[in-house]
T-cell receptor
Framework: TQLLEQSPQFLSIQEGENLTVYCNSS?????LQWYRQEPGEGPVLLVT?????EVKKLKRLTFQFGDARKDSSLHITAAQPGDTGLYLC???????????FGQGTTLQVKP | EAGVTQFPSHSVIEKGQTVTLRCDPI?????LYWYRRVMGKEIKFLLH????????ESGMPNNRFLAERTGGTYSTLKVQPAELEDSGVYFC????????????FGQGTRLTVV
């Protein structure tokens, strides 16, 4: 049983479409992170959400932490081919920095 | 500032051979982590160094894996002898207190055991 369940696992859309990916758990977390990984590279931290109900925006990306701090979503508006990649959610220990990852959502945006 | 560097990028070895992966963290980062992603699975924690000391090695699969961090700088992860199920991408990450949670990842080493 995985601590973090991400959905969908794969998503292929046309340029200009909107999409949402989800990261769910039955556990409560003090914070949650979203990463993006491109082929041949390591994960790169996009955002950390801390407060229940928190919404953070990064250009066309909107991240939300659930009110109960058990889940999170990432919404991309008007997706572009450059958004193609693997999106990972993760939770970590603030004391040690150890991270637990979800399986990831592979996004392909076609021109 | 240089990022986290891993070497080699790819390694193909035969079952039973030995492979050593290297990670150079960002200079001054006390925390160094090793993670692994096997095909179809999530990225999983292997171990954590604080400077030269192993803080947590609960994720190491078995005693065929040996990690070291000489002088609190670079780290090596040796697999001896390698088995087929060791294939995957090995990531190294580093961070520095107080923002331990803000980890910077290397590009990974893709290990294939045939």
């Amino acid at each position: 049983t995985q601590l973090l369940e991400q959905s969908p696992q794969f998503l292929s859309i046309q340029e200009g479409e909107n999409l949402t990916v989800y990261c769910n758990s039955s556990s409560v977390f003090s914070s949650l992170q979203w990463y993006r990984q491109e082929p041949g590279e390591g994960p790169v931290l996009l955002v950390t959400v801390v407060t229940g109900g928190e919404v953070k925006k990064l250009k066309r990306l909107t991240f939300q932490f659930g009110d109960a701090r058990k889940d999170s979503s990432l919404h991309i508006t008007a997706a572009q081919p450059g958004d193609t990649g693997l999106y990972l959610c993760a939770v970590g220990s603030s004391n040690t920095g150890k991270l637990i990852f979800g399986q990831g959502t592979t996004l392909q945006v076609k021109p | 500032e240089a990022g986290v560097t891993q070497f080699p990028s790819h390694s193909v070895i035969e079952k039973g051979q030995t492979v050593t992966l290297r990670c150079d963290p960002i200079s001054g980062h006390d925390n160094l982590y090793w993670y692994r992603r096997v095909m179809g699975k999530e990225i999983k924690f292997l171990l954590h160094f604080v400077k030269e000391s192993k803080q947590d090695e609960s994720g190491m699969p078995n005693n065929r894996f040996l990690a070291e961090r000489t002088g609190g700088t670079y780290s090596t992860l040796k697999v001896q002898p390698a088995e087929l199920e060791d294939s995957g991408v090995y990531f190294c990450a580093s961070s520095h207190p107080p923002r331990r949670w803000k980890a910077f990842f290397g590009q990974g080493t893709r290990l294939t055991v045939v």
